[in-house]
């Protein structure tokens, strides 16, 4: 029997074909090469001219970002200094152009703009996760779904959240009198802030929860680990790469731990909503507190809620929302979905995904940052602990609206951690226009990753005298006056601004407030042990060590 070989067995006229296929694919893939590069151009020459750290052929800085979250932040700050005088970095990560800018008046032309609201191409690792929620879309989808749910944040609101708050500070004091010694002291906030905004936003109540809080916020923590890895690691970029390693896996799992509770959340609202219990519509302002000014405004003369005083976005509106628009967040968006074409059930999952994300881990860290700096800064400390007494005397009341407007030194505190410790500390932008950076003339081109360094600007020594020093007079009215509005903007600004804002603002005023009313605060490491990371949101990396120590409260005066 005579066997045929495979080679004998392919007709010639196929082989020709495959030659003249690799004959053909050399050319086309250098005509492709040539034409890609020409139409980057502009990029390239314009990128020339911005200061930065020399690349290297194909990779370009992508070297830089290699090692540990804390080695990554560290080396970028200091591979910055050299062009601190322009306030402009330029990178590379592979094809892709990176510039970072700290100048306020450059990061003005960003936030303020209604044109470059688009978010950087990195966000789309966020994707799986939060779809196209609020965070991440853009156009029309964004626009409309801005101004449904701004108002849901609105103070009338708020303002009807403030027993809620009460309750779980008080409960995570009775978990934090448990502690005797070091403690890491973000676990109690996180599982802390997730509980709240289940209970005020997704109006969940305590009774319908079970363990998944803390569960939810420990898989959030490990997503952004993973995020911060595709940010940084070029060969975790493409999906297709990504979706053979242990981490796309990893990624799966903790996604059903997420959706899960998500998913949860929406299922029993909806339950309630056919079972035919209305949404709560909140009482007005004046009815919620008698202790507000008695005017329909909403607007408190002299309470930063966490910009500068000058700026405004659209959660300033004074005016009345009306009744409809004066629901909570997922009541609101569960009505809206019954009406009509407001919105789909996934598009209010997608939401849900979203503010539970940006709602609880950004506040986990800025009130452990806070509680870091009381611990740190004794003296510090016991001025808001007088302040505190002040207010309370040795009652043990619920604090009131009112009491947190009286909160000064505290909120100065508050606002003065936020800018060493910026909870988000880049925004990035999808440059679809040229722009021409006020500060130096330079150009910016468009398809640039446009990133602003909020924790370069809030650390300026031109803008802040002794700019790593943590100084709570940095925020009197004084020296806030002729502050550039864009010198402070932990919570972005602009159309673009946190929806979160006041919400987080007075959540925290009383979850700090609550807490620094039962315990003194201590801290073995001084700032200068601060090893800080930024997997998206900004940690320390060796944890939010503290020690707490139980208070014996004075009497008022
Ligand atoms: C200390 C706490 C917080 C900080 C520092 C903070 C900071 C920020 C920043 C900087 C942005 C802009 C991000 C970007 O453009 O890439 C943002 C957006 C956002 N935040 Fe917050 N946030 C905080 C709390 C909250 C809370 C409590 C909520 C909701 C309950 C929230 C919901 C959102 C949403 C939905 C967006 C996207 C807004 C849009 O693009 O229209 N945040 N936040």
Redesign the pocket.
């Known amino acids: 029997m005579s066997y045929t070989t495979a080679e004998n067995v392919v007709p010639s006229s196929t082989f020709s074909a495959i030659n003249l296929f690799y004959v053909l694919l050399v050319p086309a893939l250098i005509l492709w090469y040539t034409y890609w590069r020409i139409s980057r151009r502009r990029l390239y020459e314009l990128a020339e001219k911005l200061g930065g750290p020399k690349p290297l052929p194909i990779i370009g800085n992508a070297l830089e970002f290699v090692g540990g979250s804390a080695d990554i932040f560290n080396n970028i700050i200091a591979k910055s200094l050299p062009f601190d005088h322009e306030s402009v970095v330029r990178l590379w990560i592979g094809p892709r152009l990176l510039v970072f800018i700290y100048d306020p008046r450059d990061v003005e032309v960003i936030l303020s703009s209604h044109v470059h609201i688009d978010?950087a191409d990195e966000?789309r690792f966020f994707k799986p996760w939060l779809g196209n929620?609020?965070?991440i879309s853009t156009g029309q989808k964004?626009r409309s779904h801005?101004k449904l749910?701004a108002p849901t944040?609105h103070l009338n609101v708020l303002k009807s959240f403030i027993d809620l708050f009460n309750a779980n500070s008080r409960a995570v004091v009775d978990k934090l009198k448990k502690e005797s010694g070091t403690f890491d002291c973000h676990d109690y906030m996180s599982e802390c802030t997730v509980e709240i905004?289940l209970e005020t936003?997704m109006g969940v109540s305590k009774t319908t929860q079970d363990q998944s809080g803390f569960e939810y916020a420990m898989a959030v923590m490990k997503m952004c680990d993973i995020l911060h890895l595709r940010h940084t690691k070029i060969w975790l970029r493409p999906d297709l790469l990504f979706k053979l390693t242990d981490y796309a896996k990893n990624q799966t799992k903790l996604l059903d731990v997420i959706h899960g509770l998500t998913k949860k959340v929406i299922k029993r609202k909806k339950e309630e909503f056919q079972s035919g219990k209305k949404a709560t519509i909140m009482p007005e302002a004046n009815d919620v507190t008698n202790e507000v000014p008695s005017s329909k405004s909403t607007s408190v003369e002299g309470l930063s809620f966490?910009q500068s005083s000058g700026l405004k976005d659209d959660l300033d509106v004074d005016d009345d929302v009306g009744q409809k628009k004066r629901l909570a967040?997922l009541d609101l968006l569960l009505e809206s979905s019954q009406s009509g074409v407001v919105i789909t059930d996934e598009e209010i999952k997608e939401q849900v995904d979203?503010?539970m994300f940006?709602?609880?881990d950004?506040?986990a860290?800025?009130s452990s940052f806070f509680l870091s700096m009381m611990g740190i800064h004794q003296h510090i400390q016991d001025k808001v602990i007088e302040e505190l007494d002040h207010i309370f005397g040795d009652s043990d009341r619920p604090a009131t609206f009112q009491d947190t407007l009286e909160m000064k030194y505290l909120e100065r505190c508050l606002m003065e951690t936020?800018r060493l410790y910026?909870?988000?500390p880049i925004?990035?932008r999808q440059l679809k226009e040229e722009i021409t950076l006020p500060s130096n003339g330079k150009k910016v081109p468009i398809g640039t990753t446009l990133v602003v360094g909020?924790y370069k600007l809030h650390r300026r020594p031109d803008v802040y005298p002794n700019p790593h020093k943590f100084d709570p007079d940095n925020f009197l009215p004084e020296r806030s006056a002729n502050r550039h509005y864009y010198a402070f903007?932990?919570?972005?600004a602009g159309p673009?601004?946190?929806?979160?804002?006041k919400?987080?603002m007075l959540?925290?005023k009383i979850i700090l407030s609550t807490i620094l009313r039962n315990f003194r605060v201590y801290s073995d490491l001084t700032e200068s042990d601060f090893k800080l990371q930024a997997d998206i949101i900004l940690k320390r990396a060796e944890g939010f060590k503290v020690r707490l120590q139980p208070r014996k409260k004075q009497a008022k005066v």
């Open positions: 978010k966000y929620g609020l965070l964004w801005r749910i944040f905004l936003a966490g967040f979203t503010i940006e709602g609880h950004t506040t860290a800025g936020l910026p909870p988000v925004i990035a909020t903007v932990p919570f972005s673009r601004s946190c929806v979160g804002r919400y987080a959540k925290l």
